[in-house]
């Protein structure tokens, strides 16, 4: 059984910066992925970033390639998400999820059902 807890969610202004963390914890599972999905008002829930933990591998959407970035502590199964220009449309609920069960290919990494554990989600409000 895994957990998840994120934190870091906020309200900022445009152009801010805002750091998101998620804490994996459980008894002896194995974490091949960890990953940042996002889903704002109307819209249907998209893919951020990911890291394969095996070699730390880093995957990123387009559209936030460039403003965000991920991270790990891998001892501690952490995941990170560093968030920069902070743009109105970044707002969303954004959440967390672990793979626990196999190692994760380009395709399944990028895809909600890659991952079998979510986190309940903290929102991020970029508004002036």
């Known amino acids: 059984q895994v957990q998840l807890v994120e934190s870091g969610g906020g309200f900022v202004q445009p152009g801010g910066s805002l750091r998101l963390s998620c804490s994996a914890s459980g008894h002896t599972f194995t974490n091949y992925a960890m990953a940042w999905f996002r889903q704002a008002p109307g819209k249907e829930r998209e893919f951020v970033a990911a890291?394969?933990?095996?070699?730390?591998?880093?995957f990123y959407s387009n559209s936030m390639k460039g403003r965000f970035t991920a991270s790990r502590d891998r001892a501690k199964n952490t995941l990170f998400l560093q968030m920069n220009s902070l743009r109105p449309e970044d707002t969303a609920v954004y959440y967390c999820a672990v793979n626990t069960r196999s190692r994760p290919i380009q395709t399944t990494i990028k895809s909600q059902q890659g991952y079998d554990t979510w986190g309940q989600g903290t929102q991020v409000t970029v508004s002036s």
């Open positions: 890291i394969r933990w095996s070699d730390n591998n880093a």
